[in-house]
C-alpha cells in the first residue's frame, strides 16, 4: 500500500509539473470594422516558440470601397514586407492560453476540441478584439484575398 501511495504521489507530481505543448503551425485573420483594421500572422514553430504580427489601421471611419482595399493591401504589404524580421519569442501556455513570460493578460487563446487559434489584440484604453485565426499551409502576400 505504501509502494502505491508514493507512485501516486510521484505521479501527481509529475503531471502538475508537465508543461502543455502549444500546438504547431500556421494561422492567418483579419478584423475590421469602422475602428480599426488588422491583418495578422501567427506561427508556432516546433520548438513552441512564438512567430506573430498584426499591423493595424486605426480610425477607418465611413470609407468608399477603392479605399478600404487600398488599406487591405497596405496591411498585406506591410505583414509580408515585415515578417522576415518578426523574431521567435518564448511564451507561457497553460494548454488553452497564451501569454508573454510571467505575464497576465492573455495574447493567443486556443482551444484543443475545436483547434480553434484566436489572437487578443489590444489597442488603447478600448477593449480587446479576439480575432479568429485560420490554419494555413504557408503564408500567401495577400491574406485578405483567402
Avoid at 52 to 70: H, K, T
Avoid at 106 to 114: C, G, L, R
Wanted: proline share 7%; aromatic share 10%.
Amino acid at each position: 500500500m505504501r509502494r502505491f501511495a508514493i507512485l501516486f504521489l510521484v505521479s501527481l507530481a509529475v503531471t502538475a509539473c508537465s508543461r502543455h505543448t502549444p500546438p504547431v503551425g500556421r494561422w492567418v485573420g483579419n478584423y475590421e470594422s469602422n475602428e480599426v483594421m488588422v491583418d495578422g500572422r501567427l506561427e508556432i514553430l516546433p520548438n513552441g516558440q512564438v512567430r506573430v504580427s498584426a499591423p493595424d489601421l486605426f480610425d477607418i471611419g465611413d470609407v468608399s470601397d477603392e479605399d478600404r482595399a487600398a488599406m487591405h493591401a497596405r496591411l498585406a504589404s506591410d505583414l509580408a514586407g515585415g515578417w522576415d524580421d518578426v523574431s521567435p519569442r518564448a511564451m507561457d501556455f497553460d494548454g488553452r492560453t497564451f501569454r508573454n513570460p510571467g505575464g497576465f493578460a492573455p495574447q493567443m487563446e486556443w482551444d484543443p476540441k475545436t483547434r480553434q487559434m484566436k489572437l487578443v489584440f489590444y489597442f488603447g484604453t478600448m477593449r480587446s478584439i479576439h480575432i479568429p485565426m485560420r490554419a494555413v499551409e504557408d503564408f500567401r502576400d495577400d491574406p485578405w484575398a483567402d
